[in-house]
């Protein structure tokens, strides 16, 4: 049967990112980092993942910070709860998507608790990876436990776990960028370009690598913007799909358009081809249903996770009509 | 695995205790604390049965590492009555009969505390976001978000 109680860890809390980094370096992959632990300890007592090293990174001053200059933008340390963003002044003023987004996560104790870089870089979700250590002795292992099977995609020569991160289509449409700490030096990236779109290995990021803040341009004047997410049983469920919507414009001609997508797929995406085409238009019932086609094909919803394909697809045609109607006037 | 000693402010009072990495919150507060009103539901952050209050906010004891808690004011249900005195929203849980197996009332109570204590005024569907990460499973619903609306207005 499963044992709840969590395996035999060692425990590391440092204390600067200076400390952080060299124990990443030193460690790899051995290592999980703890922030939240929302979805880490959960993970570690079904005996979904093992590892042997903890790393609490809530002692480092500098990640648990939120900071907004007009000229930088909002800055928020990896390790700020989702409660602390949702009360945030500056966001619920400037960056609602984000706002809502966050308060969409699970439910009041967890997003007490989880925090943003946490959700970045969930890993991904799977019906049948999910599953508890016993549940697995009576399978062959999938690709992401290091077999050879998808049990997803029937025949899939790779893994498709759900990315289901719900603030991500939020940071996405605002273009959120992450700083990424290894030792002795720091990178930043698109939260865009930071998914791979493998459930194996979802993110672009070096076994000795951190998350350590994120960064949002300042909040620019003329734009309308909406977070919309379904899921079956309110917070008990991963996402149907979330979708984060920014509008430049009015309904007869949209300047500027970002629409952005999490839950659906491998990875979250930026529905492209559905900006080009609506850059220009007038918003009538043809330039929508097309916008929609467009965005379906665009993200190629799966059929896991608590949802079907087929209901991914209805639910971005609901969401996506209901957030032009919120944004175009 | 190396034991460490963190320290504790459970209700009020102090605590030094050696704990070990995987020990959790919730086992520290019930098995070398003794305060057996915190209950372990599914011990896998989905019920909200161990929920405590930490530095005021409502968490998951279960799924919290003890040294991770090492320095932090905790509540627990059995810090909020003030001696003999229940709280006022345990009197309006009795009276409501919102207390069916008990098993979801500790935590039910303390995140009902920490949203009176935050909202003064909440509405029902305020009340029903808070509580939504605490599964009740005699489903008695109704008579707990009755009892937290007499509380809320007998605060008044």
Same mark, same amino acid.
């Given at each position: 049967m499963n044992n709840m109680r969590l395996p035999n860890l060692i425990y590391l809390e440092p204390k600067t990112i200076e400390e952080l980094t060299e124990i990443k370096k030193e460690l790899g992959s051995q290592c999980a980092i703890l922030a939240g632990g929302t979805d880490l300890i959960p993970m570690l007592k079904r005996r979904n993942i093992s590892t042997k090293y903890l790393v609490n990174i809530k002692r480092i001053q500098d990640l648990t910070e939120i900071s907004y200059e007009g000229e930088k933008g909002l800055r928020i340390g990896a390790a700020v709860t989702l409660r602390n963003i949702i009360d945030h002044s500056v966001v619920s003023e400037s960056y609602s998507i984000l706002g809502q987004a966050a308060r969409s996560v699970a439910f009041n104790q967890l997003r007490n608790m989880g925090t943003l870089g946490g959700n970045i870089c969930l890993d991904s979700k799977c019906t049948f990876y999910n599953q508890s250590e016993f549940w697995w002795k009576s399978r062959l292992d999938c690709f992401k436990r290091g077999g050879n099977v998808c049990y997803v995609v029937k025949g899939g020569k790779q893994c498709f776990g759900l990315s289901a991160a719900d603030t991500v289509s939020a940071l996405i449409a605002l273009e959120a960028e992450l700083i990424i700490a290894g030792l002795g030096q720091q990178r930043r990236i698109l939260v865009e370009t930071f998914y791979t779109g493998d459930g194996r290995k979802p993110h672009q990021m070096g076994e000795d690598e951190v =998350?350590?803040? =994120?960064?949002?341009?300042?909040? =620019?004047?003329?734009?309308?913007?909406?977070?919309?997410?379904?899921?079956?049983?309110?917070?008990?469920?991963?996402?149907?799909?979330?979708?984060?919507?920014?509008?430049?414009?009015?309904?007869?001609?949209?300047? %500027?358009?970002?629409?952005?997508? %999490?839950?659906?797929?491998?990875?979250?995406?930026?529905?492209?081809?559905?900006?080009?085409?609506?850059?220009?238009?007038?918003?009538?019932?043809?330039?929508? %249903?097309?916008a929609i086609r467009v965005i379906v094909e665009e993200t190629s919803p799966l059929s896991l996770v608590g949802s079907s394909a087929f209901m991914r697809r209805k639910m971005i045609e609901v969401m996506f009509t209901d957030l032009i109607e919120s944004v175009k006037h | 695995m190396e034991k460490r000693l963190i320290k504790l402010w459970v209700n009020g009072e102090p605590h030094e205790i050696g704990v070990k990495p995987n020990d959790t919150l919730l086992e520290v507060l019930r098995d070398k604390i003794g305060l057996i009103g915190t209950k372990e539901g599914c011990g896998a952050g989905e019920c909200g049965a161990c929920t405590v209050l930490m530095e005021g906010k409502p968490v998951l004891s279960c799924i919290t590492l003890a040294m991770d808690a090492d320095g932090s004011n905790i509540m627990t249900i059995e810090g909020i009555s003030t001696g003999e005195e229940l709280d006022p929203l345990q009197k309006s849980f009795i009276q409501h009969g919102a207390v069916q197996c008990g098993f979801c009332t500790a935590g039910m109570i303390l995140t009902a505390k920490e949203l009176l204590n935050s909202l003064k005024n909440p509405s029902i569907d305020q009340i029903k976001d808070a509580i939504c990460g605490n599964l009740c499973r005699c489903t008695g619903y109704t008579k707990i978000i009755e009892a937290i609306c007499a509380a809320r207005d007998d605060a008044k």
């Open positions: =998350v350590t803040a =994120v960064l949002i341009p300042p909040a =620019v004047k003329g734009w309308k913007e909406g977070f919309l997410k379904k899921s079956y049983r309110g917070t008990i469920d991963f996402a149907i799909a979330s979708l984060s919507l920014r509008l430049k414009g009015s309904a007869e001609a949209i300047e %500027n358009i970002r629409i952005a997508l %999490n839950g659906v797929s491998t990875m979250p995406i930026r529905a492209k081809q559905a900006e080009i085409f609506l850059i220009g238009k007038r918003i009538s019932d043809k330039t929508l %249903n097309e | -």
